[in-house]
């Protein structure tokens, strides 16, 4: 940890998914540790994740209006200078209100205005970026920026520097083997059975759900427990035969850091979030990422599939076949799955937070040596 005089007042912009939204709120968590007198206050919108989340995480949570960036020509388009005046006004005022000292940026909507309004302050900008692709508002805040994170060293940013992905303690400081036992009693799971985690997120993976809902008696009776993560309202029985190991379905986990600890092989999309937190604590993963999109969740596993802690699995052949031919042989093989959470663990960076907290201590003293 870099010792420099305290900010007093931080700015962190970012909201609409919880890959904006935890980071922001690990990292805050971070600076609140460190400077206990600091003013961290929070940048979104009303309609995000964060307008729920972060007043519950007990920060201050300032609003801008959401300005998405129409992709075709059309009347959003003739609106969006009006509409990003308003963003920029009311970034700028939650700048000049709290004092801001720094305005950290995670991406999206929020992220835009606040750094157009930081520039114009000469306050300081501090940028996260979480996927392996960078977005439109990381890649404008990057060419005034103080200081360029990343998440991946693959990703393209000016001035970039890998810090990893801030997360949640309760994973970040996980010792798995120690928490194993009591992860085990709590999910209704039994010692000495292979055991493998599956989960599509909050929202669920259709697919995921599907393929193991179709193979809950083969699984069961091959002596491989499965703990199921469905998403909200899309549970489904789990009819394990006479004498089969368990097969746990819940529709989500306050505590995913104690199925973490259960687990020997996780099963899971390839959110930027899901990949860092499975790196931390070493745990080997099949990826199986969203075929929508501009195709960042497969450049998120880039590099730990080429370095052997995961295997990356199309969406379309992720089937209840697949589970019989490849998943069974998978979960069964101990010493693969050992190399595989070794290499997983060589790539995780649990310290992320307090290497994204030196980068705003930095950019704070800079600000203040200029002023």
């Not at 950290?104 to 205005?113: D, E, H, I, Q």
């Not at 069961?220 to 029985?237: D, M, N, P, R, Y």
């Amino acid at each position: 940890m870099i010792v420099l005089s305290a900010p007093t007042s931080v700015l962190l912009a970012g909201g609409g998914s919880a890959g904006h939204v935890s980071p922001l709120l690990s990292l805050a968590d971070a600076l609140r540790r460190r400077h206990p007198d600091l003013r961290v206050t929070a940048l979104g919108t009303q309609e995000g994740l964060e307008a729920r989340l972060v007043p519950a995480h007990g920060l201050e949570l300032r609003v801008v209006p959401k300005v998405p960036l129409p992709r075709r020509p059309s009347a959003d388009l003739l609106r969006l200078p009006r509409r990003l005046k308003a963003a920029v006004d009311a970034a700028g005022a939650a700048i000049d209100e709290t004092g801001a000292d720094v305005v950290v940026g995670f991406g999206g909507y929020v992220s835009t205005p606040a750094y157009l309004a930081a520039r114009r302050r000469r306050v300081p900008v501090v940028i996260h970026e979480q996927n392996a692709r960078p977005g439109l508002a990381n890649r404008l805040g990057a060419r005034w920026a103080q200081a360029v994170a990343t998440t991946f060293a693959s990703t393209s940013l000016r001035g970039a520097q890998r810090v990893g992905m801030p997360l949640r303690r309760a994973v970040a400081t996980l010792d798995r083997a120690a928490t194993r036992p009591e992860a085990l009693t709590q999910l209704g799971l039994r010692d000495g059975l292979p055991t493998v985690l599956v989960t599509g997120g909050s929202l669920g993976a259709q697919r995921l759900n599907e393929a193991f809902a179709a193979r809950v008696a083969q699984l069961s009776g091959a002596g491989i427990q499965v703990l199921h993560v469905t998403g909200l309202g899309k549970e489904f029985a789990d009819e394990v035969p006479q004498g089969g190991a368990p097969y746990v379905v819940v529709p989500y986990l306050d505590r995913m850091e104690l199925a973490y600890a259960a687990a020997d092989l996780v099963v899971a999309r390839a959110g930027a979030n899901t990949v860092c937190e499975l790196t931390a604590v070493g745990l080997p993963a099949v990826y199986v990422p969203l075929p929508i999109g501009n195709g960042e969740q497969r450049l998120n596993v880039a590099d730990v599939v080429a370095a052997g802690g995961g295997l990356v699995v199309d969406d379309a052949a992720l089937t209840p076949e697949w589970v019989d031919a490849e998943l069974v042989r998978l979960a069964t093989d101990a010493p693969r799955l050992a190399a595989m959470a070794a290499a997983a663990r060589a790539l995780g960076e649990p310290a992320a937070d307090e290497l994204l907290a030196d980068l705003v201590d930095a950019a704070a003293a800079h600000g203040r040596g200029r002023s």
